[in-house]
């Protein structure tokens, strides 16, 4: 079960590596355009604000888990 989760962390993390170059790529493409600009780095901010949440969760479930195994 732990590695099934550090391999998915893993993926995860690869395929954020991706989004985040792709991110680039059309942060600089709309650099002409202030709005189409703007509502991209409100896209990738609610993104990693989610991402952010669910690290949380995650880390709170093991601690919870923990805690109840034992």
Do not use: H, W
């Not at 962390?9 to 703007?38: M, R, S």
């Not at 990738?44 to 949440?53: A, L, P, S, Y």
């Amino acid at each position: 079960m732990v590695l099934e989760l550090f391999t998915q962390i893993l993926v995860d993390g690869a395929g954020a590596k991706a989004k985040a170059n792709t991110d680039k790529k059309n942060l600089k493409e709309a650099e002409g355009d202030p709005e189409e600009y703007e509502q991209l780095v409100e896209q990738i901010e609610k993104r990693k604000q989610n991402g952010n949440k669910l690290i949380l969760f995650m880390f709170i479930s093991f601690i919870i888990f923990a805690i109840v195994s034992n």
